[in-house]
């Protein structure tokens, strides 16, 4: 089965869709980079949809600003979503607390909710 992408809008909970579907990665990434006018200061993500949901990719830095420094996209799969939402529920048990504290920053409380949300 093929892949689609599509960006999302992740300063909304549950996120919305910022963009039709897009056919690569690629095309998304510069999308975010070239900036949508209807979101023009909101935290957008990438989607890849195989069938469902399967992938999110957080974008390069190149072309806006946030929380995160990196050139590519980097790409959390649906189920590692799921768990570090759950661990953010659970802040108050040291081993689950140690986990979270080594995620990289871009999956934020905030970030995370607003997509779980869609799951």
């Not at 949508?36 to 072309?63: K, N, Q």
């Not at 929380?67 to 040291?94: M, T």
């Not at 986990?99 to 799951?119: D, E, F, G, M, N």
């Amino acid at each position: 089965m093929s892949s689609s992408f599509e960006l999302l809008c992740v300063s909304h909970t549950p996120a919305i869709g910022a963009a039709g579907e897009l056919p690569t990665a690629d095309d998304a990434a510069r999308r975010i980079a070239a900036g949508l006018p209807e979101h023009p200061h909101c935290d957008l993500i990438i989607a890849r949809r195989s069938g469902g949901l399967v992938e999110f990719g957080c974008p390069p830095t190149a072309g806006r600003s946030g929380r995160c420094y990196h050139s590519s996209v980097r790409w959390v799969d649906v189920e590692w979503l799921r768990l570090l939402a759950a661990g953010y529920q659970v802040p108050d048990v040291p081993v689950v607390a140690d986990a979270v504290a080594q995620v990289p920053r871009c999956w934020t409380p905030a970030r995370v909710a607003s997509i779980v949300s869609l799951l």
